[in-house]
Structure formats: C-alpha cells, structure tokens
C-alpha cells in the first residue's frame, strides 16, 4: 500500500517534463503541494506510528528504497522541502548511509540524472507522435 503511494506520488514527478511549457508552472505547483502537504505527511506519520527506522517490519524492504527515491526527487525540484519533515529527513540521512546505498548514491554511480530537454523530447517524440 505504501508503495501504491510513492508510485502515485512518482508519476506526478515523472509528469512533470512531458507538461507543455505553458502549463508547466501550474502543475508544478500543484505537484509540490501535494508532496508537501499530501504525501510527506502521511509517510512522515507512518514512520512515527510505527516507532521503527523502517516503513514496514525492522529490516530494510522495497518500501523503504522506493521511499528514499521518492525524497530525493522531490529535493531535486524543492532542496527546502524535509525541514517540515524531521521523521523523513533522519529516514533519509539513516538510508543514504547504507553502504550499498551510499556508494549507489555517489556522482558517477548508475542512479539517473534528471531529465534534460533532449531527453524529454525523445519521450514526447516516441511516445506522443
């Protein structure tokens, strides 16, 4: 179920570069604020509920590296946004840790960069012509 969020909430952010340019400040705004005021606060809620350094049970699952992924994303748009969030952030610091995770994470590792325009217009030409 945690999961069906982060992916709710991963295709909003995916969205976002194929957005045409003159509705793009609209649905970023939009995007941003339910990350904010939507999402976070549920995943921040669950990790207080549950009292544990995981989303689910006391080992590291698919629900926690999907989370991670989640939270630096939306910091690729809006850096400011964890200080609301102290549950997420220590969540983030404590995952980011892991050595496998850490060494993932480093520049030059195989986790993406952002999309950039060439990029996006190869997905628009391939997927909406």
């Known amino acids: 179920m945690y999961v069906e969020g982060m992916f709710d909430l991963n295709e909003l952010l995916i969205m976002y570069e194929l957005q045409p340019a003159e509705k793009k400040d609209e649905y970023f705004a939009n995007m941003m604020?339910?990350?904010e005021n939507r999402y976070?606060?549920?995943?921040?809620?669950?990790?207080?509920?549950?009292?544990?350094?995981?989303?689910v049970g006391n080992q590291l699952s698919r629900a926690d590296v999907q989370l991670l992924e989640i939270i630096l994303?939306?910091?690729?748009?809006?850096?400011?946004?964890l200080p609301k969030f102290p549950l997420l952030q220590r969540f983030k610091a404590r995952l980011s840790n892991i050595p496998t995770i850490k060494k993932f994470l480093q520049?030059?590792?195989?986790?993406?960069?952002?999309?950039?325009?060439?990029?996006?217009?190869?997905?628009?030409?391939?997927?909406?012509?």
């Open 107 to 129: 520049p030059g590792s195989q986790r993406k960069a952002p999309s950039n325009d060439d990029d996006v217009d190869k997905v628009i030409k391939i997927f909406f012509s």
């Open 73 to 81: 994303m939306v910091e690729e748009w809006k850096p400011d946004i």
């Open 33 to 35: 604020d339910k990350a």
């Open 40 to 55: 976070f606060p549920v995943f921040e809620k669950v990790l207080k509920d549950h009292g544990k350094d995981f989303l």
